[in-house]
């Protein structure tokens, strides 16, 4: 088998070069789990992609959450992901005008430098996807937005009107990579992939193997059922640097998100 088999429609839709590497990795390292690296400190973020990175095929960071951050260690320590094969995904939620986001990719922490994914608001307008991929571009880099179309938390804003009017603006759009989801929900994840059809990722966090409600208004949907409904990644956070184990849950994401694959 070869990763156009396990993925079929999507490889052969997929557009972006970004989106074709994630599907081989996820197809060499049999997982479509996401780590959100939700770390306060460096010696911690290193110690927890040593044990989780080979079963993982990407790493979503929240580089402004870091209390040590200092460039020399993030800098070995994206060298370190790359070196596992991973995905680095800056889940920045981009939000302003266009020109703004784009400087926003730079500044102290540097975004466009190391990243290959982030995530951005619509709703400023379309142009804040304009704004990240010329960050890229003058970088002499690539990379893809992730638009969020639905969210995972309680409460959201991003109603069904809402979620339309990004897929529709987002779909067509050379620079974006996908949509983010609520992976809490399976049925809102079939309806969102309706919506954007085979082309584009749908990632989604909101995901755990104790489903139900999280802390401070999170919700949590399985992660067999949210790749099975259409999701193409689950984005998993406590469900594995919490646990008493984390190498351990994130093989059992990566068995569960890479045996629904199989049966999608
Ligand atoms: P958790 O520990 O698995 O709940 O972490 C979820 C991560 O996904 C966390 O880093 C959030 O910032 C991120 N997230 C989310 O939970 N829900 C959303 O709708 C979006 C991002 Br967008």
Not at 92 to 106: C, E
Not at 137 to 142: G, L, N
Not at 165 to 177: D, L, Q, R, S
Request: aromatic share 8%.
């Amino acid at each position: 088998m070869e990763a156009s088999d396990a993925w079929k429609m999507r490889w052969h839709a997929a557009t972006l070069p970004a989106a074709k590497s994630y599907m081989e990795v996820a197809f060499e390292k049999k997982t479509l789990v996401c780590l959100a690296a939700d770390k306060y400190t460096m010696a911690e973020l290193f110690d927890l992609l040593e044990a989780v990175g080979p079963h993982i095929a990407a790493l979503k960071t929240h580089v402004d959450l870091v209390d040590d951050w200092n460039k020399e260690e993030w800098g070995r320590f994206c060298e370190r992901a790359k070196e596992m094969n991973l995905l680095i995904f800056e889940d920045r939620k981009f939000a302003d005008i266009g020109k703004i986001s784009q400087k926003q990719m730079g500044g102290i922490y540097n975004i466009q430098q190391w990243s290959d994914l982030v995530t951005a608001h619509m709703i400023s307008g379309p142009d804040v996807v304009d704004g990240v991929q010329t960050a890229w571009a003058k970088a002499s880099r690539t990379g893809g937005v992730l638009l969020l179309a639905q969210m995972s938390s309680r409460g959201n804003l991003l109603d069904e009107a809402y979620t339309e009017t990004v897929v529709k603006a987002g779909k067509n759009h050379p620079g974006v990579f996908g949509f983010i989801g609520n992976g809490s929900l399976p049925d809102s994840i079939r309806h969102l992939r309706k919506m954007v059809g085979e082309e584009k990722m749908i990632w989604t966090p909101g995901v755990n193997i104790a489903t139900g409600d999280g802390e401070m208004g999170q919700r949590y949907g399985d992660p067999y059922e949210a790749v099975l409904s259409g999701s193409d990644c689950i984005i998993v956070g406590s469900g594995i640097h919490n646990s008493e184990n984390p190498a351990d849950a994130a093989a059992a994401y990566a068995r569960a998100s890479w045996k629904a694959l199989m049966e999608r």
